[in-house]
């Protein structure tokens, strides 16, 4: 008989106390390698681990969670992997887009996706149109995302209204209606944050593992949120 795996805790105490968990989904490539397969294979199983992330998000009730899907220094991959990379992200669309809708699920884009192809661009506003009201978990995806950029603009817009204050420039950023970042979170081992909300990093928990982002699933999120009850934030006080 086939053994079960034991339930994934549900509602709002699975999040043990986060609101808002990012992740730089990473490993991909060497997820494909280490089965002899082609790098947009490994995108592939990253899109299911995708998949399963984000129901696990919504089923804990988690209120955002934000995904590194396509960073703006990505454009100097070869083109072939670019194609690809933007069509599994329409695929995703197509495909998943009702049943996050249904959920109640809200997407929300960051960074500059007009960059993409003018199809890929048509299927995220209509994604974005569609999920605007829902009220459930936000699924924030990061495309052609630069840390650095983002700040510079919000910079550029604080500075044509005043003063350029910490309110006023974090009203200017890409997730200024977002909850603060709890908790970031890398796949693969590697230990750095790669131009990923800098800003909204300043005191979130950093949690590193070394599983390859294709092998990540909900269990892998509790194991990242259960670390993350654990920890004690003191946001510099004492
Ligand atoms: C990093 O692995 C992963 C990426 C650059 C892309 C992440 C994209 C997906 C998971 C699929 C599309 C996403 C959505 C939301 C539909 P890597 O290629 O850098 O791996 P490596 O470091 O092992 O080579």
Redesign the pocket.
Known sequence: MASKAAPLQSGSGAARGARHVAII???????A?KRLLP?AA??KA??D??RKTVRAAQDMGLECLT?????SE?WK?PEQEIME?TG??KR?IKADLDEFHSNNVRLRIIGNYTAFEPEAVELIEGALAKTANNTGCTLV?ALNYGSQDELVRAANRAAQKGEITLEALETELDTADLPPLDLLIRT?G?IRLSNFLLWQAAYAELYFTDM??PDFDGKALATALESFAGRERRYGGL
């Open positions: 989904m990473d490993g991909n490539g060497r997820w390698k790098r490994g995108h990253g899109v681990a995708v995904l590194y899907a396509f960073s990505n991959r990379l599994l992200m995703f995806i693969s590697e390859l982002w």
